[in-house]
């Protein structure tokens, strides 16, 4: 079993910025490629950005390509997303998701073996 606990969201202004925390406890963390997911209300959940195990590789939505930037500390057990020039279409609940192994359908959700109980962010427009 593996824990994730996000941290870092809250109420900001379009324009401002917010790094969101994913804490993992339970297995190796290394063997696992780390992404965020959002849902926005009233839509689907939808994919974010990925990380791979190493952090050597990293993949964005459209919609956040240039603004969001993904990362990772093999160390501490956490995967990191800075989020800068936030728009109120970023308002939604964030969630960290962890794949075994990692999968070239990183875009999928079926794909993630576990999820963290999200932590919302809001944009004020």
């Known amino acids: 079993q593996v824990q994730l606990v996000e941290s870092g969201g809250g109420l900001v202004q379009a324009g401002g910025s917010l790094r969101l925390s994913c804490v993992a406890s339970?297995?190796?963390?290394?063997?696992?490629?780390m992404a965020w997911f959002r849902q926005a209300p009233g839509k689907e959940r939808e994919f974010v950005a990925v990380v791979s195990w190493s952090g050597a590789t990293t993949n964005y939505a459209d919609s956040v390509k240039g603004r969001f930037t993904i990362s990772r500390d093999n160390a501490r057990n956490t995967v990191y997303l800075q989020m800068n020039s936030l728009k109120p279409d970023d308002t939604a609940v964030y969630y960290c998701?962890?794949?075994?192994?990692?999968?070239?359908?990183?875009?999928?959700?079926?794909?993630?073996?576990?999820w963290g109980q999200g932590t919302q962010v809001t944009v004020s427009g």
């Open positions: 339970g297995r190796t963390f290394s063997n696992f490629a």
């Open positions: 998701a962890a794949d075994w192994g990692g999968s070239m359908n990183f875009q999928l959700e079926h794909e993630y073996d576990y």
